[in-house]
């Protein structure tokens, strides 16, 4: 039974050929934890709630895990919900990167809630990848809120992907703080349709010297889906670098907004953003076309890009 | 054989007229050039033959082997085998090289892929997985525009202002596609105002202010650049023989 849960997961995300159970592994059905598999340095804690995980993930002092650690939280059912709480600990100098799958193919109504405590030891390196793939049906609401601490030139990155089915309702509430030579990077490449709703609200704050800062963000909404991007970098302390880049395009009514936020108290800091909302850029599209692509896929062609 | 026909076409934007009654014939087959001085109209001739949303609201006709086009959006002209290089050629950010190629080749096959990068004097393994964007020089882009173009095999390619932003080894490469999209049977049309890029045409026009103002052979057009006619406020045309203007054919 639990076999099967697993393979129907693993299926869901494109998994069920290349997955090897030696990888270092959580999977979540729900609030069952269906399998697992730590490696030496890595140890992972997951605890199962009424309503979903909780899951204590730490890798120790000077470790560096070789391959990625793969996470998949499901909710196969039609209906539900599924809080996920994390509480990640990267010790000094360690290494990991984490590849995360969300999947609800067939969600009617579920909701997804996920609360991450993240501490990135100095010069410890973190990199997420999380990708998900929700039902055609649109009833499928996403609230990920992340409070990220980095110690002194520590690296953070994480990359949120949502491009297949309907979004649904996206919430995102990321905050970086980062100590001296730290680095964090955040981006969220998102396809809005119909009626979804995509709120994204990324926030660094640089407090150490030298600290840097990197929000990208770019955003496709058709028919009627709304977007609203709030993007914010406060830097504090000399020499901190920080960029925010918000591109989105509209079709259809679709609706986006962007609010890039950067706030500089030190004169020696330097802070820039950039932010494009429009439809599809004309020369890119009369470029394709006189290629001889339809107007149709000649727009496909620059939202995948644009996506990718 | 002519495979493009302008036919009395005018092109007035505001109260500004751009193109005043341009009649020419291009030859099938054959790298022909429109040259004239900044402003000439020349990058608007190749706007308004590509059928691009602002440019079609022209006068006259304009026939592709012999088939009026007026009617037709730019991908329908494209079908037809019409293409257009741009001055300065569009940036996709997130496209691969790859799949920016492949949108417009025949042969879907990557290995086309491979082959007009070659053409063009890009190395596949280098530029396959590049996005087509900002960490482009500008001469590569003219050069991955161009491989697009090659991969296309259109009737009919005009390239807009070949040489400019690119460096010398880029241009020996831009005119040895010219080479191949000739052998291939592609009519090329070259819009410039570069002696360099003038020498590679079997023929030439040469417009003004919206006028054609000659043509002929390429040896006969380049008399204009040799001190007589640019910049070109018609005073200083050399002996044009009025005569041979009239009717616009070469």
Known sequence: MTEDLVEEILESVNLHRSFNKDTPHLIINANQVLSSHQVDGLIMEPEE????????????????????????????????VQHII???????????????????????????????????????????????????????????????????????????????GRVGLIDMDYLTVGQAGSSAEMKARIFGRQDDRIKIKEAAHLMGEGSRAALTTHIAVKNKARAEINNEIIAEAPYARGHVDCKEIIQDDGIARAVPVVEVRNPKAHVTHEAAIGSVDSKQLQTLMSRGLSEEEAIDLIIQGLLS | ?????????????????????????????????????????????????????????????????GKSIKNLNVDERARLGITLAWQEPARFEGLKVSQFILASARNKDKKEVDRVL???GLEPARYHARDVDKTLSGGERKRIELASILAMKPRLVMLDEPDSGVDIEAI???????????????????????????????????????????????????????????????KNVPEINSAAIVGGKI
């Not at chain 1, 010069?123 to 998900?132: D, G, I, L």
């Not at chain 2, 706007?47 to 022209?58: F, N, T």
């Not at chain 2, 049309?189 to 590679?200: A, C, M, Q």
């Open chain 1, 49 to 80: 709630l009424p309503d979903g995980v909780r899951a204590r993930l730490r890798v120790k002092k000077g470790v560096k895990i070789g391959s990625p650690v793969h996470l998949c939280f499901g909710l196969l059912p039609e209906r539900g």
């Open chain 2, 172 to 234: 020996d490469r831009i005119f040895e596609a010219i080479d191949y999209l000739k052998k291939d049977g592609t009519t090329v049309l070259l819009i410039t105002h570069s002696p360099k890029v003038l020498e590679k045409a079997d023929q030439a026009f040469l417009i003004c202010h919206g006028t054609l103002v000659d043509q002929g052979k390429t040896s006969k057009i380049m008399e204009y650049f040799r001190g007589k006619c640019l910049p070109c406020p018609h």
């Open chain 2, 118 to 120: 070659e053409m063009v």
């Open chain 1, 86 to 164: 994390m509480d990640i600990q990267i010790e000094d100098e360690a290494e990991v990167s984490f590849m995360a799958h969300c999947t609800f193919p067939n969600a009617v109504n579920v909701e997804h809630l996920m609360e991450a405590q993240i501490k990135v030891g100095r010069r410890a390196w973190y990199s997420y990848f999380e990708r998900h793939w929700h039902s055609e049906e649109g009833m499928v609401r996403v609230v990920p809120v992340a409070r990220i601490e980095l110690e002194e030139g520590a690296h953070f990155s994480t990359e949120f992907e949502l491009l297949k």
């Open chain 2, 1 to 65: 054989m002519a495979i493009l026909e302008l036919r009395d076409v005018s092109l007035q934007v505001n109260s500004t007229l751009i193109l005043n009654g341009l009649s020419m014939e291009f030859e099938s087959g054959y790298v022909q050039a429109v040259v004239g001085p900044n402003g000439a109209g020349k990058s608007t001739l190749a706007s308004l033959i590509m059928g691009l949303p602002d440019y079609r609201q022209y006068t006259g006709d304009i026939l592709f082997e």
